[in-house]
């Protein structure tokens, strides 16, 4: 059975819909800048923030629930509604969505912490409940697209989007829907600064993915959004096909729960599964759309996964994280739709500001923009506690 | 697509880790009862775990078909938000200098999975669910699905842990903040199960509880059930009714306090009535088929169906 991706939404640093994105990607125009209007900071981060205020947000799609959705979920229904356009409800077209954010799938918003921190423990108990509400953007974006059951949050970390992905092709592949709306969202929060830069993986200059000197990852905001459909639900829609998505796999590095393995286990086992399901051999892929998150841990995993799988000849890969920063739960679905586009242009995006290879690396990313039919391409994300994912699409 | 339960393993505020739900239900407790967490988790991890990791790694890591599984999937409502609350004390109170990233690096969800995997040394599927009140009825819909795509077992629970903000304002008899964490063996092979599960699903209320019970036995194909476990995951405004379309309920969330995840304590319950009739009886429990019903909010529901295999 054949499960066909027939939409795309994004929104990143680099542009608020795909259109945008494309062409930023096109352009090697990255969005990593000095992050703005956020309250608070330790000290000066840069990152990839999106344009768009949140009232803009607000105001676009004339909000008035009586709770005001955080960054996150107003990013998200941003890039859901470009990628669900305006299909409705359908007789026999079982329908569902699959959402995640990170934070222990708190959409922690800086200012409600804040309340919530300093505050007595009965007002404690008011922000709590608006604080915590890991289902909130899930329902909220369900709600917006007329998605009555079949509602599913994840969180994986900065797997989540990746898993989102690969769960609404499972359901479908076992006839539990024929139709799903899949992603992740992510903003960016003093939370996720101060916890990466406790970390000792932030990195105040550009990421360098891949690069020998690489010094860690920025942080990026955003999301992303595929609708995934069966052949059933793709006739009674009249729905585009855009890409095939033949391939999945999600395995744990079982190695530490924030570093990956040396070699790179974890990731071998998913890219090496993912091809398996998709049957087709490693020389069939034509460009790998990396993890690559600018940190010396996970470049050089990555890499030693990629190479235990594709020897002395790893495709064509890049890091798009160098334009966008890293969006954590967004990750996983903005990089599988820049893989698609990647695809549909016959283009392998640059990775931008790496420089110097990796020491024990044979090859490096793709630095310029390359013109190459894309036929089969793979996608990686990775993620704290060490969740694997590869996926796999095919023309 | 149905599953095989081969083993549970419950902490809760009965003596559940040592005799299962049903030999400790006549307890009468509302206090965690934890058990010696260092028999089970090695002491170097242990010591930097926080209470909702030990509480959700423990009943996995008790069971011994745990090191054979090709899955490990966890539902939990709340997750590691306490870590999340102290990591932000961290910063938002000013401390100077670097800043412990311990909290930082316990607070994802998928700490609980991952750790197992890591305890386990487990390469296979892991994924946490997070849906707040259905977030298990998430998790076991997953691992019904894995188990059925590679023919495997699969380790799948629900946990989450009690926290101060959480707590209600005016508990009653049958409506106070619980905490617990019940895992589960589920595998294709009705060889030596303990119960099947037949369905799980998660609905939007349709009108009232009754008619979206009928909605998902109609749609599942399956009969009355004998006995109806009936509890809320968070605050229902609605009252338990004794009875749901003829059929006796009893409410689980009044015996383990709410939780979003207490569902899966409700299975867990509903395996031991399954798998030990004869204990079952002493508590007027007799049945070959049991559905549990969560009503997390008043607004969606948690369908969860099970029978003798």
Known sequence: MSIFVTGMGVISAIGNNVEENLKALLNSKGGINPLTSINRMRKPFIGGQVKLSNNYLLNTFSISDAKTPHR???????????????RTELNGIRTGIIYGTTIGSIDIDDELLEVLVNSSEKEQKVSYAKIHEPNFGTDFIAKHAGIKNNRFTISTACSTAANSI?????????????????????CITNYTLNGFDALMLYSNEPCTPFDN???????GEGSGFLVLENEKSVSACGSEKLMRLTGWANTCDAYHITASSPEGAGAKL????????????????HYINAHGTGTPNNDSSEYAAMHAVFG???????????????????????????????????????????????EEAKQKPVLELKHKKINKALSNSFGFGGNCTALVFEK | MSVYIHNCSTISVLDSFEQGILNALDSNSRKLIEPEYRQFIPPALLRRMSKVIRLGVTPGLKMPESNHVKGIIVGTGVGCFDNSIQFSKKYIHGQEGLLSPTDFIQSTDNTIAGQLGL????????????????AFENALIDAMLLCNE??????VGGVDEHISLFELEHSTHDKWTGEGSSFFILGTQRTNARAKIEACETLAIDNNI?????????SNKLNKPEIILYGNSFLSATEIPVSVMGINVFNYSAVCGLYLTNPAFAVHLATDIISNQQEAAKHNFTANSILVVNNFNDTDCGFIYLSKP
Request: proline share 2%.
């Open chain 1, 270 to 285: 998913a890219i090496e599964k993912s091809l398996q399901m998709a049957s087709i051999k490693p020389e069939e892929i």
């Open chain 1, 312 to 358: 002395d000849d790893i495709p064509d890969f890049n890091s798009t994280k160098s334009f966008t920063g890293h969006t954590l739960a967004a990750a996983g679905s903005i990089e599988a739709i820049y893989t698609i586009l990647a695809m549909q242009h016959n283009a392998v995006f640059p990775t931008l500001n790496t420089k110097v290879q990796m």
């Open chain 2, 210 to 218: 009754e008619n979206t019970v009928n909605l998902f036995l109609e």
């Open chain 2, 119 to 134: 305890i386990l040394k487990n390469n296979g599927y892991n994924i946490t669910w997070t849906h707040k009140g259905i």
């Open chain 1, 166 to 186: 690969m769960t609404g092709a499972r359901m479908i592949k076992a006839g539990k829907l024929d139709r799903v709306l899949v992603g992740g969202a992510e």
């Open chain 2, 150 to 155: 590679e023919n495997c077992t699969v380790l």
């Open chain 1, 72 to 86: 996150s979920t107003l990013l998200g229904l941003k890039a859901a509604r470009e990628a669900w356009g305006n």
């Open chain 1, 213 to 219: 000197q690489r010094k860690g990852l920025n942080l």
